[in-house]
Nanobody, 120 residues
């Protein structure tokens, strides 16, 4: 079994910062990519950022330059540092990870989601 546990959401004023953390635990052989999506009610889940095990990061245009993502391979974790937050960043943020549970099998796992609310 693999679990992803997120932390760090909350309420912040526009222009402020929050740091989201995602930690993977369980039957992990290795982790390939990790990243974040976000979702607001009645809208599709929106990709935010991805980081590979090699440290290559990609970002949605809406967060590029504001939300650096970092991965801690030793801790099987990834952090999303959210800076210069805007009200439109308000959403439930979901961590995901592409994890190898054996040398040959990988699956996509999701966290439970954490609410981020940015007030104007």
């Amino acid at each position: 079994q693999v679990q992803l546990v997120e932390s760090g959401g909350g309420l912040v004023q526009a222009g402020g910062s929050l740091r989201l953390s995602c930690a993977a635990s369980g039957n992990i052989f290795s982790i390939n990519d990790m990243g974040w999506y976000r979702q607001v009610p009645e809208k599709q889940r929106e990709w935010v950022a991805t980081i590979t095990s090699g440290g290559k990061a990609n970002y949605a245009d809406s967060v590029k330059g504001r939300f650096p993502i970092a991965q801690d391979n030793a801790k099987n974790a990834a952090d999303l540092q959210m800076n210069s937050l805007k009200p439109e960043d308000t959403a439930v943020y979901y961590c995901w990870a592409n994890i190898y549970t054996t040398a040959r099998r990988s699956d996509l796992f999701w966290g439970q989601g954490t609410q981020v609310t940015v007030s104007s």
